[in-house]
């Protein structure tokens, strides 16, 4: 019942912006927390930015003062608005949302989006 939409992945090169949008119900938006993730093929996936309990931003060290995660609380869609990127930025994005905040990470109770590709070129 909980269905996360992710768009706006593509390919860009390096220094290039993208932003990501996930689309959720109205249901979801209020009831989950809700953040992004990356994997590459081969590595575990990793925890990008995610809306704290308090509200405010949490990033990963990797991605802090370049991506910027923002929610439109009208619309029930969550964004990710990525700038400077970097070829290590390369991996498939999943919108996800969970019970409880995702700031340290993912649950076995995470519910993922399909995932949206994005390629960052040197």
């Known amino acids: 019942q909980v269905q996360l939409v992710e768009s706006g992945g593509g390919s860009v090169e390096t220094g290039g912006s993208l932003t990501l949008s996930c689309a959720t119900s109205?249901?979801?938006?209020?009831?989950?927390?809700l953040g992004w993730f990356r994997q590459v093929p081969g590595k575990e996936r990793e925890k990008v930015a995610a809306?704290?309990?308090?509200?405010?931003?949490d990033y990963a060290n990797s991605v802090e003062g370049r991506f910027s995660i923002s929610q439109d609380n009208e619309r029930n869609i969550l964004y990710l608005q990525m700038n400077s990127l970097k070829p290590e930025d390369t991996a498939m994005y999943y919108c996800a949302a969970d019970r409880r905040s995702l700031r340290y990470g993912d649950s076995p109770a995470t519910i993922w989006g399909q995932g949206t590709q994005v390629t960052v070129s040197s």
């Open positions: 109205r249901e979801t938006f209020s009831r989950y927390w």
């Open positions: 809306i704290d309990s308090d509200g405010s931003p």
